[in-house]
């Protein structure tokens, strides 16, 4: 990484850390200093960023999400529908995705997460038609020309309809091919270390989408490379049928038997597990990624989050894919966990701090990424500031607070590994209005087709 002069974040209306009321300094993608009240910075030659009209949070982290279908948002054919018939609507609209298409899609929504706060986002993208071979190398460098931290998941399907699963066979690689570009990503993109821009994960779709062998020798390969894992797991009652119907047992005996429950591994949703499996779930560190928006539109019910922490599992957040959202906001997706599970379990136990705590240490904890999701000396300089200068936000009394409750959804400047990749609402470089034409109308050609 390169030197940069440090900055001393100055003098914020609000800090979401403790013995930071004037602010903190970042240096070298770090930050290395918390200032406390009445006092200035010890760190000499600093340059100062007034903060006086901001409030200063950790970047949000997103932990799950399907980038591609950005192309498919509010698609009437896939409207009004559950988990599987929804799937089989859209499934043979993804299988049209181009190269260019995708790269016009994950632009769209990587922006549209760092507008919100967003400085580190994961990506599951598991759909590989003949031609979109590169689909995670499209990723890759879009995440490069953004500055935006990544986590990119390798996903994948061998279980099409010709084998009793949900998608159609155009969609599907074989076993080989799937762990041979596995392994390639990883060796090409992966960075280790607490400073690494882009890190790859291997990421089977789900129980109904891949073979027992593919989910073993996926395990396997993680552990191996020393990579994450993850999948969709235990988001409807439907996938509680299926999986006893073709393995005779509920998902996560099923995950446990593909010898995925341990701390590499974090899943999507965790809707439908029951107190043993929570246990089982705390015990081998494996964390959720709760989606509360998805799960409230697809109306697959409602992750446990308080339950879950009880016993020791990590909850994240995640946007889920834009075809399920049918937005990136990662910001909004703060208040509707904050709002949705406000009312499963009451004033007493959920407050905006939880909802906050979730989306910035819980995901780091979901990703295996300590360093990142909070203000503290040596964690990284990866920080959202919002200003309260919206009608929303107009008689606000508590700062941090009003970011949740008064439904903040636009970052002012997001600052990733000690750059500036948001500045004044905008992202330096990036001409929003053509992206939109682009991306426009590439969806409408695949929609259409
Ligand atoms: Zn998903």
Redesign the pocket.
Known sequence: MSETQPIWIKDPLAVMADGAERGVVVSNGRIVELVGAGQAPATPSTAIFDAGAHVVIPGLINT?H?FYQTLTRAMPAAMDRELFPWLKALYPVWARLTPEALDLAVTVAMAELMLSGCTTTTD?HYVFPAGLEDAIDIEVAAAQRLGLRVILTRGSMNRSQRDGGLPPDSVVQDEDTILADSARLVARHHQRGPDAMVQIALAPCSPFSVTTSLMKATADLAAKLDVRLHT?LAETEDENRFCEEIHGCRPLDYLEQCGWLGHRAWL?HGIFFNADEMKRLGKAKTAISHCACSNQILASGCCPVCEMEEAGVAIGLGV??SASNDESNLMQEVRAAFLLQRARYGVGKVSHKDALRWATQGSAACVGRPELGEIAVGKAADLALFKLDELRFSGAGDPLAALVLCGAHRADRVMIGGHWRVIDGVIPGLDVAELIRRHSAAASKMQAA
């Open positions: 799950h399907h599951h969709h999507a889920d894919g």
